[in-house]
């Protein structure tokens, strides 16, 4: 596993299990809510990248969407009818 300068990943550890498998050790990531921020309900069709790219422009950062929602542990755990938290990216120090 590589970890690349300037990954959002790179001052997380890296835990190599006894079969020699690596996994980055990423726990309790989360981004807290604003009122800023849009709240809207998963359709079908929906996915988190495509709604990366509608809101941010970027389809790669849909981990922000990811974070925002810690009651979901991967994106396949969002169902239609779900309402979920799209953090206003002006208020994030990322660059888009």
């Known amino acids: 596993m590589t ?3 300037g990954s959002r990943y790179e001052d997380k550890l890296l835990n190599i299990d006894k079969d020699g498998v690596r996994s980055l ?3 309790n990531t989360t981004i807290p809510t604003d009122d800023s921020d849009y709240v809207i309900q998963f359709k079908v069709g929906d996915r988190l990248d495509i709604l990366a ?3 941010y422009g970027d389809s790669q950062l849909q981990w922000i ?3 925002a929602n810690p009651q ?5 755990d969002i169902k239609a009818g779900d309402y979920i938290v799209i ?3 002006e208020r994030l120090n990322i660059n888009v």
Not at 72 to 76: A, D, E, L
């Open 72 to 76: 979901y542990f991967s994106p396949n």
């Open 53 to 55: 790219k509608e809101f």
């Open 87 to 89: 953090p206003n990216i």
């Open 3 to 5: 970890i690349y300068n």
């Open 65 to 67: 969407i990811l974070y």
């Open 25 to 27: 050790a990423i726990q």
